[in-house]
């Protein structure tokens, strides 16, 4: 047995009695869509609602008296952070969580509540990785423990414990186990002990595509920075994985794959309207990349639905992301001349009967002659597009699609 599962096993007997043994629920939605057995362990109704509470419990609670009383410091994009504060909370540790601003305000306001008046929160940077700059001078300082989020192997051990209960509670080893990846911890926990235990296990990992960090270490066979990082999947948006957690997962078999953004909206959706379960952006990852794996009919397959602190005011974004993702919403430039029943013309000639304006802005004035104006339409049915954009080239109107992800679009939209 390799070292790493030995400290999973470990820390599933230290985390008892603290870390909530959350459900493990079959999905019938998931499973039909798939042919497959789908199941979600529900990290989401974890302390903090997130799986993070087992790593930063399992390495808090095995400091010595001096460390303790020199206290704690964590960076986190808002679960890490949770954990953090629970675990300083019940240990009696005095701890700081440094999180960057793009954190949701739900997040912030549970370190606060999980924390208490043992810990201080302090707020600032865009991304995670200055966050976690900050938490690392701090910690040089003043001598506090820093408590990482996914590089150490306490915090991966404790992480790893998900997969213990997995298998307990299925009673045996699935087929399939998909895991969201961030900065690789929790994937190497718990490939290091299904590993061990049980090798014939296919194990997924699966990251955001504008956050795909473990792939590019992978490729470059190391880790390395992400020139570009998409924010919105904030729970696993690591600008680079970790050095502890890159050869745990390196050699653990793991597949990897990618999820787009408007995917992972869409399966949010799903959860909340169809299975009545609320997941953020990485909570969703799992169960969204289902869709892409080829799977055997019947296979047993579990994912880890990692969290659920989703801020209800991302919604309007969600919604919006998973339309432009399913090809129901789209945007146009549209040059209109400056005289009566242009717009008019527009409506009769261009539109469908099922299609709707849900945007309509002005741009600029060019000229006295024409005005450039921003259209959304939102589509009843993907295939409705096509039709759309013939009647567009048919019009006399100069018409520019706005394609997601181009530089207008992000400029415009």
């Given at each position: 047995m390799?070292?790493?599962?030995?400290?999973?096993?470990?820390?599933?007997?230290?985390?008892?009695?603290v870390a909530t043994l959350t459900p493990l629920q079959r999905n019938e939605r998931l499973s039909a869509a798939t042919g497959a057995q789908v199941w979600l362990k529900r990290e989401d109704l974890?302390?903090?609602r997130s799986y993070k509470l087992r790593g930063a419990y399992n390495l808090l609670a095995q400091l010595d008296e001096?460390?303790?009383?020199a206290g704690a410091v964590c960076a986190s994009a808002g679960?890490?952070?949770?954990?953090?504060?629970?675990?300083?909370?019940?240990?009696?540790?005095?701890g700081r969580v440094?999180?960057?601003s793009t954190t949701p305000r739900q997040k912030r306001e549970r370190i606060t509540a999980l924390g208490g008046d043992a810990v201080e929160l302090v707020v600032g940077g865009d991304t995670y990785d200055e966050a976690a700059a900050a938490a690392a001078e701090y910690a040089a300082s003043t001598g506090a423990t820093v408590v990482p989020a996914f590089d150490d192997v306490r915090t991966i051990a404790g992480q790893g414990t998900v997969g213990v209960e997995v298998i307990s509670q299925l009673g045996g080893a699935p087929d399939v186990v998909v895991v969201p990846v961030?900065?690789?911890?929790?994937?190497?926990g718990v490939a290091?002990?299904?590993?061990?235990?049980?090798?014939h296990v296919r194990i997924v990992g699966v990251e955001p595509a504008g956050a795909a960090s473990m792939a590019a270490a992978l490729a470059a066979g190391g880790p390395v920075p992400l020139a570009e990082l998409e924010t919105f999947v904030d729970g696993a948006a690591v600008r680079r994985v970790g050095d502890v957690s890159f050869p745990l997962v390196r050699d653990c078999g793991a597949e990897l794959t990618s999820v787009a953004e408007g995917r992972v909206c869409t399966e949010m959706l799903d959860l909340y309207q169809v299975d009545g379960i609320i997941a953020e952006p990485a909570g969703a990852l799992a169960a969204a990349a289902l869709e892409g794996l080829d799977l055997a009919p019947d296979a047993t397959v579990v994912c880890l639905l990692s969290g659920g602190n989703n801020d209800v005011s991302r919604y309007a974004e969600v919604v919006e992301k998973s339309l432009v993702h399913r090809g129901l919403k789209h945007y146009f430039l549209v040059e209109f001349p400056q005289e009566p029943g242009a717009l008019r013309r527009f409506l009769d000639e261009v539109l469908g009967p099922d299609d709707d304006i849900v945007l309509f802005e002005y741009i600029k004035r060019d000229n006295r002659e024409t005005g450039a104006a921003l259209v959304g339409i939102e589509l009843s049915e993907r295939e409705g597009y096509e039709p759309l954009w013939?009647?567009?080239?048919?019009?006399?109107?100069?018409?520019?699609?706005?394609?997601?992800?181009?530089t207008a679009y992000r400029f415009l939209v």
């Open positions: 390799s070292t790493v599962a030995a400290d999973v096993t470990a820390a599933a007997a230290r985390l008892a009695g974890q302390v903090g001096a460390e303790r009383a679960n890490h952070g949770q954990g953090v504060a629970y675990a300083c909370r019940r240990l009696g540790i005095r440094h999180v960057p961030g900065g690789g911890g929790l994937l190497a290091s002990w299904l590993r061990a235990h049980h090798p013939k009647r567009m080239e048919a019009s006399p109107l100069k018409i520019q699609h706005v394609a997601p992800g181009s």
